[in-house]
């Protein structure tokens, strides 16, 4: 293939070819933002959309599922959650509706999971936070692999998105692996490609999409924020470990910090036991997520956002957001073979 033949939808091939889309884009399952409206948006608009099902019950799962195909005709997927109490009637239902695509996320699925899975025709894609995760991932018949960096929002592990990139993409070719964590434009997209990804995931990108059904409020807080302003949950004592997430920094942020101060006194003090103390700190976000991006409560709530929602400027329409990626990478990939075509010629 010559250099000005090379599209970003060549480079999309193998991931395009698994999902069944023009572009290997998926949608980030957020829970509570990627609901019908958002996942039906972006597979219409070329890319991969994937139902975020969190805690749902199998029947609002399978009424969400439903709306979806209303919506489109296009494929998408759902994201299950390991630990979900129901998890194999949630599979059920992804396997009646015959769902495409199952993603598996929050933990190392069993063998019975995946087995469950395949049964029903659904082709599984898990989360590798390490190369030996994506070994092992590979050995239980994963169809395909998604490596999330640190800069993600929400649940997310220690290591950063270009690092698992550089340790994971040399070594797997058996399955696609889609790159997830901190990318928000065209250029980065086609950077993972380039270097073996299949595809990438984006999620805080969506966030403000026109179809996103995020409250105005939580829509706001994302366009007004930097970088910087998405951080992860600070741990203030071992004892009393913190399940990092990546959010915006608000009230709730702070006062979680003070909260964390007053229980861990209150154990020092012989005050409270251990197991009550630690509850009162994992229970400080029950609902909060919710509060923010369905409620717009935007100082007690959750922001949960990854680092890439400085490049979040504007509500625009989800087709709009996959053209501008889409003409970002092409641009991008335009420039580097003039710039390679350009030096390969000997200088005058």
Same mark, same amino acid.
């Given at each position: ?6 599209s970003?939808e060549? #480079?999309? =091939?193998?991931g395009? &070819? ?5 572009y ?6 957020m829970?509570? +933002? /990627?609901?019908?409206?958002l996942?039906?948006?972006?597979s219409?608009s ?5 139902l975020?099902?969190g ?7 399978s009424?969400?599922i ?9 494929p ?20 009646q509706h015959k ?5 598996l996320?929050?933990g ?5 999971s995946?087995?469950r899975?395949?049964?029903?025709g ?6 590798a936070p ?6 092992? #991932?590979? =050995?239980?018949?994963? &169809?395909?692999i998604?490596?999330?960096?640190s800069e993600?929002g929400g649940?997310?592990?220690? +290591? /950063?998105?270009?690092v ?8 797997i070719?058996e399955v ?6 901190g990318?928000g434009?065209g ?7 380039q270097m ?7 999620g805080?990108?969506f966030?403000c999409a026109?179809?996103?059904?995020a ?8 366009i007004?924020?930097?970088?910087r302003?998405a ?8 004892r ?7 959010a ?6 702070k ?9 861990? =006194? ?6 409270t036991d251990?197991?009550?103390a630690?509850?009162?700190?994992e229970?400080y976000?029950?609902?909060?997520l919710?509060?923010a991006?369905?409620?717009g409560?935007i100082?007690?709530g959750s922001l949960?956002a ?14 709009e957001?996959?053209?501008?990626l889409i ?7 335009k420039t580097?073979?003039n710039?390679?075509?350009s ?5 005058s």
């Amino acid at each position: 293939m010559t250099h000005n033949s090379l599209s970003i939808e060549s #480079l999309f =091939k193998r991931g395009s &070819d698994f999902l069944g889309t023009r572009y290997a884009i998926l949608g980030g399952a957020m829970t509570w +933002v /990627s609901n019908h409206q958002l996942v039906a948006a972006i597979s219409n608009s070329g890319g991969f959309g994937v139902l975020a099902s969190g805690a749902m019950p199998p029947n609002i799962l399978s009424e969400e599922i439903d709306k979806t195909k209303l919506l489109t005709k296009k494929p998408f997927g759902v994201n299950l959650i390991t630990m979900h109490p129901r998890l194999d009637e949630m599979i059920d239902v992804c396997g009646q509706h015959k769902i495409s695509h199952v993603v598996l996320a929050g933990g190392l699925p069993n063998t019975s999971s995946f087995s469950r899975i395949k049964t029903h025709g659904c082709s599984v894609i898990g989360f590798a936070p390490a190369l030996a995760i994506a070994k092992k #991932l590979i =050995k239980m018949g994963t &169809d395909a692999i998604i490596i999330e960096g640190s800069e993600a929002g929400g649940h997310i592990g220690p +290591v /950063s998105t270009s690092v698992l990139a550089q340790e994971i993409l040399p070594e797997i070719r058996e399955v696609p692996v889609f790159v997830a964590g901190g990318i928000g434009r065209g250029e980065a997209i086609v950077s993972y490609l380039q270097m073996g990804a299949s595809g990438c995931q984006l999620g805080t990108r969506f966030v403000c999409a026109e179809e996103s059904p995020a409250h105005e409020n939580f829509k706001q807080a994302f366009i007004r924020a930097q970088a910087r302003d998405a951080v992860v949950s600070l741990q203030l004592d071992q004892r009393f470990p913190v399940i990092p997430v990546r959010a915006l920094t608000n009230k709730a942020t702070k006062d979680f910090l003070e909260v964390q101060a007053r229980v861990i =006194k209150e154990y020092d003090n012989g005050a409270t036991d251990l197991k009550e103390a630690q509850l009162k700190i994992e229970h400080y976000w029950a609902g909060a997520l919710k509060r923010a991006a369905i409620d717009g409560d935007i100082e007690n709530g959750s922001l949960m956002a990854g680092q890439s929602v400085g490049m979040v400027t504007k509500i625009q329409p989800t087709t709009e957001i996959m053209n501008d990626l889409i003409m970002q990478a092409n641009t991008f990939l335009k420039t580097s073979s003039n710039k390679a075509a350009s030096s390969s010629f000997p200088p005058s």
